[in-house]
């Protein structure tokens, strides 16, 4: 890779709207979403039309550390209203 004009190592480039390159965001969106891809049954948006994987998981869902829950009044099964700069998105805690 080198050899090409390549980092032979991925480099961290710091997303756009970060706490460090965006500070003033943080009193509206004081958490950060990760997306690793945790389900069992879904790796991309378009599985949730395969009838069978939406039998084993119904509903879109959102895995939240129960001390970053518990101050904002989300319980396991609650729904919740996720938003970002750039839309809304509705999902079941778990």
């Not at 706490?19 to 891809?37: G, I």
């Not at 389900?39 to 599985?47: E, T």
């Not at 101050?71 to 729904?79: E, F, N, T």
Request: proline share 14%; net charge negative; charged share 20%.
């Amino acid at each position: 890779m080198e050899d090409n004009g390549f980092s032979p190592l991925p480099e961290w480039v710091e997303p756009p709207e970060s706490p460090t390159a965006t500070p003033e965001l943080l009193h509206k969106y004081p958490l950060t979403f990760s997306d690793f891809h945790t389900s069992k049954v879904y790796n991309a948006g378009w599985l949730r039309n395969v009838p069978y994987l939406r039998e084993v998981m119904p509903d879109p869902t959102l895995q939240i550390h129960p001390e970053t829950a518990r101050p904002r009044g989300i319980a396991p099964g609650d729904w919740v209203i996720v938003e970002s700069l750039y839309g809304v998105v509705k999902v079941k805690a778990t």
